[in-house]
């Protein structure tokens, strides 16, 4: 018997089919492209899902990794990168075309499930992680079990709130994700002289900010360390309510490595009121990759089999 | 068989003799004297700790509330309002005079148990408590447990920080506590010409700033308001991480009730991702008073006993 695990992101669409010891046996994936209707979406996630299950079987359970709050109910309520879905029953659509119970869970949650099983947080307690890339998500493991607080909406490290010396409150989304890094250099390039090869970039995004810095470009560099000051910020805030034994940083901009951790362990050593908040192995990069969240619904699904 | 219940704090020591089913029996309370030498200030806590034991009687087991971080050590390690106490074994200390065994927490955790057994929160989870006084601490209860972290240093609300318009970081408790609450007043007395009440006043203190406040001093009315609001700022990034059913305000600037809670409610409801963190009866004020630590450490005790 065997676990159908499905990742169903706002980007790219995965399917892995897993041994019931969670070995990797098949693996599939397609873009999502989330802009076309909602049927052709749905029809190919089910498609793909098809790929990696071997002909005449059926999955013992499902677990769905989705975007959004609330995943748990098997619903996108709404998420971000999938604008016009609402109340979608992703869960029952896929239950229904592979005749299997299907557990659906957020996509940050699922990768704290993994990387605590699996990655760098291994046997940590707290464990927190957060994914970094377009937009900044999170999750956390509490003696082993992925908390969610009251509703299922605990943990949303990108909603951490600062003031502006304007007088603007924003959230820490606006201030360390790829977005912001990509909208700080554009913002610089604008308003300033400052020599950058992105000037002579197709694009600036926070991809192609990211490309520059790790190649010395020092309006790049400044960008990525002003936000790596900023995700030192959310992170004090997150050690000094949840003194985690082990935070990883997972996502795209993680892929940044010390570029972006140093300034934010920097600003984490500067803030915390006692240094026993801040083991020098607190801060740790995700290990797990691509398929973090295939193997974290994989864990989720095989969870609720017991 | 009885349970004794010490609560050493920075001003008052209190104690109380409480029955297995948590009926309080017998209460006692001495100020602190924190400045007198050490011996002194420990002999004084047995004193009165004996006041409530019956003649003849030994405890089942001895609850000791203290400030402090990693009390549940039995150690006072270091706090703000004992200066000079540097790793003192007060739980070794108490249960050598009363010949049972001691179990110390942190007061704001024990304050957290408490309103959750008996008070604000009841059931709830996750419950989240804070003590807005001179300083700002807290404690959370997951699943019907006090929650620590890693190394029992979790929930620090204080500690939260962030941004001024100068660039400076600084804490919650900087903004929010009833010594901010003091010293905004006397910037905002030093640097206008505001009419206050106030003036008048042989001191401003967070105490006077809050009687004014309620008498309707404007001055007086602005700075507490502004506390609010960071308070609130505070709990918005609490919010986002516990999703918390409730929150319960304690400490002697809770007293000010809607005063400073409808200002922090108002930032709350502004800044919430999802009006689903917010639910309406969130944000509650303390109900246990001033004995909540004696209940909480008695609390604490018994739960050692099973």
Chains 1, 2 share one sequence.
């Not at 996509?107 to 307690?125: I, M, S, V």
Request: hydrophobic fraction near 45%; aromatic fraction near 6%.
């Amino acid at each position: 018997m065997a676990i159908l695990a499905i990742d169903f992101g706002g980007t790219r669409t995965r399917a892995a089919w897993f041994s019931s010891s969670l070995d990797l046996l098949a693996r599939d994936e397609t873009p999502t492209r989330a802009h076309e209707p909602q049927e052709s979406v749905i029809a190919r996630v089910i498609e793909t899902a098809r790929r990696v299950v071997p002909p005449g079987e059926t999955p013992l359970a499902i677990g769905i990794c989705a975007p959004g709050p609330q995943a748990y109910t098997g619903l996108i309520l709404h998420a971000p990168t999938l604008p016009g879905w609402h109340s979608v029953p992703l869960a029952r659509l896929m239950g229904d075309a592979f005749n299997a119970p299907a557990y659906m869970e957020n996509d940050a949650n699922l990768g704290a499930l993994a990387e605590y099983r699996y990655g760098a947080a291994q046997g940590a307690n707290p464990a927190i992680y957060l994914t970094v890339s377009t937009s900044i998500g999170g999750g956390a493991i509490l003696y082993g079990e992925l908390f969610t607080g009251w509703r299922g909406l605990a943990i949303e490290p990108g909603h951490l709130k600062f003031p502006l010396p304007d007088g603007q409150i924003v959230s820490l989304e606006r201030l360390a994700s790829g977005t912001a890094i990509g909208r700080a250099a554009r913002d610089r390039l604008a308003s300033s002289n400052e020599p950058s090869a992105l000037r002579s970039a197709r694009e600036t995004d926070g991809k192609t900010v990211g490309q520059a810095a790790m190649q010395g470009d020092a309006l790049a560099l400044s960008v990525v360390r002003e936000a790596g000051r900023w995700l030192g910020l959310g992170l004090v805030n997150i050690v000094h309510l949840f003194n985690p034994q082990v935070i990883v940083i997972g996502g795209s901009v993680a892929q940044l490595g010390d570029l972006i951790l140093d300034p934010a362990r920097q600003v984490i050593a500067e803030n915390v009121t006692d240094p026993a908040f801040n083991d020098p192995d607190l801060l740790r990069v995700a290990q797990l990759g691509d398929d973090v969240c295939l193997i974290g619904a994989a864990l989720h699904a095989r969870s609720k089999m017991v």
